[in-house]
């Protein structure tokens, strides 16, 4: 008995210690963090490849000019969350984490995106990244990327930030949203066509029936009124019918507007994604990223995309058409230079297409 007395005074002792212990500790903290300064900002910027668009010197800058470097701060006063916002808040930052560490560093771990190409066409200066993202390169260091020109037009604004697939998803179900709403609204106009019957078959139905008692001089009368009367409704049946078809029409018009929208915009999803596709294959192939100079894009919104790059290797444009097969493209093209420029001269040709698959027409 006495011997479970002791062990339990033992236990309720080493408790009482343990936690006497976690607060004098987290006091001493407190009091460490109220009258320590920070004793540096280390700033660890991950991810960008070889082609960084932002370094620690921009981030110490921004959080310089926003008024939240912690530099010479005492250590409770530091501010995590403002930090974090300033610098997530800049499009080429993924994640960031920010915390204090033993020593009294406020460490600010960044992971920025990577970009791949560069696009320059009328009225937009972005980089496309490698997670799908697009951003204005304004604000951005410069980075050493294919850069896509030509005449091409983007289905995003010159402005946007974010992924692509986002912007699509968006477009297409606020597309859809107001295709149901088109929809709905037929209703009311098949009510009217409902009604528009309803008024006719009353007027036949009130075809008048000759009785005992009425004269042939009466009937006639009664009848020429009633004829009178169901010429005039079949004539209003009419109008009104064709004035409730030109209303639905008018509805299933702009339904198939919005239709027409909507494959359009997928379209244009689909060639973006085959475009950054390619590119993404002509990172890969160290022949192509090395050869491929730049990439001319061409159509986009009502027309179909096209595309053709500038090589190095050669004087000449290689067309590649659609988005359509475009590794296979690139595949033709190799062995074209391995077995047929290698023996024909690479100055031969001005231009060379493979618009065609599995074709190479040169001139």
């Not at 932002?54 to 005492?74: F, R, T």
């Not at 528009?196 to 009848?223: G, H, W």
């Not at 618009?355 to 190479?360: I, K, L, S």
């Amino acid at each position: 008995m006495l011997k479970k007395v002791a062990k339990y005074l033992v236990h309720t002792l080493l408790w009482v210690l343990l936690i006497a212990t976690v607060v004098w500790a987290g006091r001493l903290s407190k009091s460490h963090k109220d009258t320590a300064l920070v004793s540096s900002t280390d700033i660890e910027v991950q991810g960008g490849g070889d082609n960084p668009l932002i370094s620690a010197e921009d981030i110490n800058l921004w959080l310089k000019e926003q008024g939240v470097h912690p530099e010479g701060s005492i250590l409770s006063k530091v501010d995590i969350a403002s930090i974090e916002r300033v610098v997530s808040s800049h499009n080429a930052v993924a994640r960031v984490n920010v915390y204090i560490s033993y020593d009294g560093r406020v460490v600010v771990d960044v992971e920025q995106r990577e970009p791949i190409a560069r696009l320059r066409v009328s009225g937009y200066d972005m980089y496309l990244t490698e997670d799908g993202y697009v951003l204005p390169a304004e604000g951005c260091n410069a980075a050493l990327v294919k850069v896509i020109t030509g005449d091409y037009v983007p289905l995003f604004d010159s402005r946007y930030a974010g992924c692509v697939a986002t912007i699509v998803r968006d477009s297409i179900a606020s597309i859809e949203r107001y295709i149901a709403q088109l929809e709905e609204s037929k209703l009311p106009h098949f009510k009217r066509h409902i009604e528009n019957n309803k008024a006719l078959r009353d007027v036949k139905r009130s075809a008048p029936k000759r009785s005992i008692f009425d004269s042939k001089e009466k009937f006639a009368i009664i009848e020429k009124d009633y004829l009178e009367r169901r010429t005039k409704a079949t004539e209003q049946h009419s109008i009104n019918g064709r004035m409730i078809n030109e209303d639905i029409a008018a509805i299933e018009s702009a339904v198939e507007e919005a239709q027409i929208l909507k494959r359009n915009l997928m379209r244009q999803a689909e060639e973006f994604d085959a475009m950054v596709a390619m590119i993404r294959h002509i990172r890969r192939e160290s022949f192509l990223s090395a050869d491929v100079a730049q990439i001319i894009a061409t159509g986009g919104k009502s027309s179909v995309l096209q595309l053709a790059i500038i090589p190095r290797s050669v004087n000449a444009t290689v067309d590649l058409g659609t988005t359509e097969n475009l590794e296979r493209k690139l595949a033709t093209l190799r062995r074209f230079y391995d077995k047929g420029l290698s023996r024909i001269g690479w100055d031969k040709y001005s231009k060379i297409s493979l618009r065609y698959d599995g074709q190479v027409v040169c001139r």
